[in-house]
Nanobody, 117 residues
Framework: QVQLVESGGGLVQPGESLRLSCAAS????????MGWYRQAPGKQRELVAT????????NYADSVKGRFTISRDNAKNTVYLQMNNVKPEDAAVYYC??????????WGRGTQVTVSS
């Protein structure tokens, strides 16, 4: 099973930018769709953005539309989440997810994003 490893989290001030990376141990095309989810303390894990690996179709949560961009680098087997104009409510642990055509899921261990001035 392809493993996913997130990186790029850290401390950022409101209004700043941050880029998260999700590196796959194998081809990202083993997944039909990949995405980013986040979970803040005391809250349920929620979808942030998804991307179809075999195309360019993307989907975003309303709360991040216009600020976050999901993308992929096939050669590097990596999916990114560019976070611009970060807000305090974006603070959470961000998880990378991959879903295979036969509905098997892979999750990374997460990367912490802290937003503080």
């Amino acid at each position: 099973q392809v493993q996913l490893v997130e990186s790029g989290g850290g401390l950022v001030q409101p209004g700043e930018s941050l880029r998260l990376s999700c590196a796959a141990s194998g081809s990202i095309f083993s997944f039909y769709v990949m995405g980013w989810y986040r979970q803040a303390p005391g809250k349920q894990r929620e979808l942030v953005a998804t991307i179809i690996t075999g195309g360019d179709r993307t989907n975003y949560a309303d709360s991040v539309k216009g600020r976050f961009t999901i993308s992929r680098d096939n050669a590097k087997n990596t999916v990114y989440l560019q976070m611009n104009n970060v807000k305090p409510e974006d603070a959470a642990v961000y998880y990378c997810n991959g879903l295979t055509p036969d509905s098997r899921e892979s999750w990374g261990r997460g990367t912490q994003v802290t937003v503080s001035s």
